[in-house]
């Protein structure tokens, strides 16, 4: 069956970088759209960034833009967020979700992997 | 990327039925038929509902309704069942490869 896991997330200072990973089976990879969806704590949903199949488009939200780089190895399966210049306010669950090519919604999710932004 | 305007909650006894709207703007919700809504369960995954919004996943019960007027789209849940409370996210694609969701809506069942 389809399945998502997200990796990677820690307890980084203000300022640093840190890299999540989001690594998926049961089903082909580099057929589907991916995306980083994001959720602070007792907060909603945010959307944060897409990849394109071939990761040749990529595709970001405002709060994140010039900061977080999405990419994929679709030899590996494996979904990528590089986040840099973290802040405080982007202390969230990241979770990844796939979409079908050519469609707009979230049809499968990861449970999350923790990110917290503090000194 | 302003957030679309859900209510922090909604409430209903066993067997009625209940609406969230979902407001966005002429840019996002008003200009494409491209509205999803998500079920998260505390601690768990968001699970698709709707998409395209009114078409419904298989395997999701036919008690889960989507519609949408202008710039306000709607999730209706008919039958409450004690297995619906959880929260509920509208998310519509703003174009330019974006999405935005809504704040999110507390269903309760009393």
């Known amino acids: 069956q389809v399945q998502l896991v997200e990796s990677g997330g820690d307890v980084v200072q203000p300022g640093r970088s840190l890299r999540v990973s989001c690594a998926a089976s049961g089903f082909t990879f580099s057929d589907y759209s991916m995306h980083w969806v994001r959720q602070a704590p007792g907060k909603g949903l945010e959307w944060v960034a897409v990849?394109?199949?071939?990761?040749?488009?990529?595709y970001y939200a405002d709060s994140v833009k010039a900061r977080f780089i999405i990419s994929r190895d679709n030899s590996k399966s494996t979904l990528y967020l590089q986040m840099n210049s973290l802040r405080p306010d982007d202390t969230a669950l990241y979770s990844c979700?796939?979409?079908?090519?050519?469609?707009?919604?979230?049809?499968?999710w990861g449970q999350g992997t923790l990110v917290t932004v503090s000194s | 990327q302003s957030a679309l305007t859900q209510p922090a909650s909604v409430s209903g006894s066993p067997g009625q039925s209940i609406t969230i709207s979902c407001t966005g703007s002429s840019s996002d919700v008003g200009s494409y038929n491209l509205v999803a809504w998500y079920q998260q369960h505390p601690g768990k995954a968001p699970k698709l509902m709707i998409y395209d919004e009114v078409k419904r996943p298989s395997g999701v019960s036919n008690r889960f309704s989507g519609s949408k007027s202008g710039n306000t789209a709607s999730l209706t849940i008919s039958g409450l069942q004690a297995e619906d409370e959880a929260d509920y996210y509208c998310c519509s694609y703003s174009g330019t490869s974006a999405y935005v969701f809504g704040g999110g809506t507390k269903v309760s069942v009393l």
């Open positions: 990849i394109s199949p071939d990761g040749s488009s990529k």
């Open positions: 979700a796939r979409t079908p090519w050519a469609t707009h919604f979230f049809e499968s």
